[in-house]
Nanobody, 121 residues
């Protein structure tokens, strides 16, 4: 079983910064890619940024130029640095990992419980 635990959320004023962290633990054979998603009540969960184990990253338009995703493969961790935060960035942020629990397992999605980010105006 793979567990993902996020940390680093909180309340920040507009223009401020936060850094989210996500640690994977449990039975993990490999992680092919990581992602950060966010969701506000009444809306679908949306991709904020993703990064492959090789370091190729992808950002939502809303995150480009403000957010940076990074990962530490050895520590099985992913980070999201968020700068110039706006009230519209307020959401629950979820960590996602695409990988295998064992060498012969199918590729699966694993999710964290989420961490609240609130940006005040």
């Amino acid at each position: 079983q793979v567990q993902l635990v996020e940390s680093g959320g909180g309340l920040v004023q507009a223009g401020g910064s936060l850094r989210l962290s996500c640690a994977a633990s449990g039975s993990i054979f490999s992680i092919n890619a990581w992602g950060w998603y966010r969701q506000v009540p009444g809306k679908q969960r949306e991709l904020v940024a993703s990064i492959t184990s090789g370091g190729k990253s992808l950002y939502a338009d809303s995150a480009k130029g403000r957010f940076i995703i990074s990962r530490d493969n050895a520590k099985k961790m992913v980070y999201l640095g968020m700068n110039s935060l706006k009230p519209e960035d307020t959401a629950v942020y979820y960590c996602n990992a695409v990988g295998r629990a064992t060498w012969d397992a199918v590729l699966s999605d694993f999710w964290g419980q989420g961490t609240q980010v609130t940006v005040s105006s």
